[in-house]
């Protein structure tokens, strides 16, 4: 039996229609998700794998949707580190890293090792939903890592880490070549449990300017994917803020290149040329208004699709406000879009 | 005799070195300015004209600076309108603003009532410092103010002011007018008080597509501009994390364009020519870094200002943790830098 559209569409393969997920589709803006979540800390649901399974279902039960992304949170591979934080609601590190000696001391452990409930969430996705939906693991580009060990919690612009950067570029490498490694490993582990695309998130791509990116974060994204070449897996590369940076992060040699709404898809594909897949990126808050107004946006996007292969995304992920028909109003716009 | 160096500078008249300052110099990286915190609230301080002008003078005791910023906040003309806050310690608005009926609800006051400690700390200031030591004011844009009316405090995003511009655009329109009419005024104010620059920060630029940059936001910075019109007063516009509206940021009728870290001078001056006075951009971040890598990045950026008129500055308000030696590092280099 053929593999699903999305992991088609996803290689760039010519497929009959657009494919359809929403990051952060399995969230708060449902109340199924809620309700569990009421129940259970957040970290607990990412550490126990019939929560976390449940919760990934939750959108499908709904939604039309071509790909399934397993509940988790792009800090828990950390936990296998020794890397001790909690999430209020962000992720909060207890001892944030700033010397060498503190990424010396960060233990990156084998692949069986690293963020075992998520990989056997995974397991269990892959075994329970439909063949045509395709499984999607994660995770946190290394930039996007270092950003919450060096600041040690969510920030604006994440000066802590810019200043760890040219105070003490050594560690600096040091620190993404571990997180490079561990993120490898943690993603092949994801993909032996049965993920047929992953997506590296680098939600802080926007913080460096072009030099700073290329010295340390991009070489780390090129590590990682180089560490998943054997696996034949769809490769997605989300970068958001980062229209400073389309030369660097549209080279990293992932599969899929996803952006946020700040740009137009007509912008990024003049850049890319009409081979590169594009994933995004309408704009989640655009979900929040009327219908009139977001079936007439989604049509805006998909007709900026035609300039090449493309997966229809939010450019970020659903917010907790999020009427659940806005996901059926996008849906039905892309299921019924005709090409040309 | 004639007028300070930084005001020619902003104008583009041919200068006889490059003038420097730095965006948020009066501020807690100073330990003279945290002793005056400590004993007052930060509204405190930008409502007492006497604070405000102690603590807009302090960097000057310390640092051959070109230019004096008045202490303030972006915050606190609302204040005139009756919009109640507090900073915890960024700015938390008690009621946002969510609808027509919150828009209409706000007040704007003629020009003698707004920010009123302020503008009197500046007529205070004009007298106090060496008159080759340009005074310069500021304001908030109406996109940044919005943000953070409409989402109610600070955010990654503000996703809250995204969906209220797509769901509520009359609403919004009338918005942006309002606090460009708010804006206006507080700069004529300022202007008349004694400000011989003013700085417009759009610190929130970067969180909208160009589209709806050029909707909402850019009239209202025109709108603005043209209320200063007849002052002749040398006006600057920051905006962050933009590159992705350099057509749009560069367009606002502004003397001088000011930008962040993320984009290099060549790259902006590249794009807008050689005649438009350039403001930037060195990270604060790397204030924070070994005085020989500090040394060798200001070097760095002084090379880029070859290409057209330039003010040297941060890209970015001094972080808390910088060290008062490195801004002299700053100004060492930029006073002994040699055109050509």
Known sequence: ???????RAARGESVERLPVWFMRQA??????????RSKHSFLEMCAT???ALEVSLQ??????????IIFSDIMTPLLA?????????????AKPIRTMADVQALEIPDE???GVPTVQAIRMLRQAVDPKVAVIGFAGAPLTLAAYLVEGRGGKDFSALRAFLYAEPEAAHLLFNKLAVLTGRYLRAQVAAGAQMVQLFDSWAGILSADTYRTFALPAVKKVWS????????KVFFAQASAHLLPLVT??????FGFDWRLSIDEVRAQVGPNMVLQGNLDPAMLRAPEPVLRAATRAMLKQTRGGPHIVNVGHGLQPETPIDSLHVVIDEVRSHVFF
């Open 1 to 7: 039996m053929s593999e699903p559209l999305l992991v």
């Open 81 to 93: 580190c020794g890397v001790e934080m909690d999430f209020a609601p962000g992720p909060v590190i």
């Open 59 to 68: 959108p499908l039960r709904r939604f039309e949707l071509d790909g399934s």
């Open 27 to 36: 969230g708060r803006f449902l109340p199924e998700y809620r309700e569990v």
């Open 251 to 256: 080279s990293t040699e992932a599969c899929v």
């Open 49 to 51: 794998p019939e929560l």
């Open 112 to 114: 069986g090792h690293i």
């Open 227 to 234: 560490m998943l070449e054997s696996t034949h897996v769809s």
